[in-house]
């Protein structure tokens, strides 16, 4: 690596941090902060939707099980888009009904404050602990690239140096900076990832290629082994993909909130639908990239090569195959990656922070100034405390995209399952809905912690993890209900509560 990569990656952090606030305009209001007006094209919001759930983990984490496996990760796409279709019809209506600020709001106007207050705080603590995960995935690789030039650099440094830079054009632009940055760092990311096909193509002739084919690695559909326990299996990955897409893109504020940013309801349709096609594209690139790198590294294991994590083998060859300023732009790539799902998080973060929780426990009513200024206090919160989970997560040897998902959903099945019940089941209470609620989380957590860390074993699929919660839900809020025989009233949401 040369001066030039590392002026290319200052460059871009100063370009980033300045295009987010140039295009952000000027924040009014907490719906300006927010939302952005909800004045948003339809393409823009689709494409953040894309750089919001891609992050670094999609960047170094995606090739490395097409370099270990084959191309069947494309089944969880399928699932993915199946997902997206019944959230653009059956749950965005819901969000539309009312103008609310956050997904949560729903939970608010259907069951009362303390369903709605329970689900924003469940919902902050998975996407601090989740995206912890992928500030981490972004600082693996520069981690590898400062070591190899002599500077020596722990992550915890290399982690703030990521937040501040994202925290400063989340804090100024909001929304708007952060849905337009998105989309020109998706451009930069994807670009890097196609560039890196075309380099290791002319590098080996393309010889990989037909090597990959009769190794058998352009497998894509798996249809072997127990679909409850094999993550890889078709029916745990279109299924139970569709599922785990329904509840990141229809109860995760991450998502929900750009979908609310759209100027009408079926901008946001197509928004979210759309969204399914690129990622299943993106999807196909970064495998292709792990295939290639597969064959420019003569089939050599990770270990054989010298490397003490799997996914620092697409890092590797960005930093010992590229030649410089390439280098740097790649690099640069992942960083995008990585701070186009921090400022994304963030947003969200301090959305629900101030909308859910605050809002909600304040006893005087919010002001419009007092909520604005109260996100962007959150916003720098939020930031600063990705650290934590980042040195925790630190030591962890599995696949840091399998570890991610996991982690998010524990809670998926709750959030999802409580939006749901709460359409289906129209007697029940906030305390069924509640109950019901932690019971999910409380399952799911279970055998999460089971598998990783007591039995090493997989029990259930983390594909499943959604779906079993959403089923306990029913299951025990449906009991729960059957105490009342009429159906229950609506509850009136403040301007401030949605």
Known sequence: MQTIDLLVIVAYLAATAWLGIKLSGRQTGLKDYFLGGRNLPWWAVCLSVVATETSALTVIGIPVMSYLGDISYLQLGLGYILGRVVVAFFMLPRYYDGEM????????????????????????????LADGIRVLAAAIPLKIILDGIGINANYFTIIVVLAVV?????????????????VAQMFLYVGGGILSIIVITSATGGGWFTEAADAGKFTMFIFEGNPISTSGSFIASLLGGAVFAMASHGSDQLVVQRLLACRTKAEAQKAIIVSGVIVLFQFAIFLLVGLALWGYYDQATPDSLGLTRDDEIFPMFIVEGLPPGVTGLLLAGILAAAMSTLSSSLSALSSSTVTD????????????????????????????????????FRSDEGNIVVLALGVAGITYGGLLGAFMFGIINKRARAADANIAFVFAVAVNAFFFVMEKYVVGEVWVAWQWYPLMGVLVTFAVGGLLSLRHSTPAAPVQ??????
């Open 357 to 392: 929780v605050y809002a909600r426990l304040k006893k005087t009513p919010l002001t419009d100034e007092q909520g604005l200024r109260a996100g962007r206090w959150a916003t720098i919160g939020w930031g600063l405390a990705f650290i934590a989970p980042a040195m925790v």
């Open 166 to 182: 994202t925290i400063l054009y989340t804090f100024i632009g909001g929304i708007k900076a952060v849905v337009w940055v998105d």
């Open 101 to 128: 600020v956050t997904a949560y709001a729903y939970l608010g106007k259907r069951f009362g404050q303390s369903t709605q207050t329970t689900a924003g705080v469940t919902f902050l603590i998975t996407r601090l």
């Open 493 to 498: 949401l403040t301007e401030m509560q949605r």
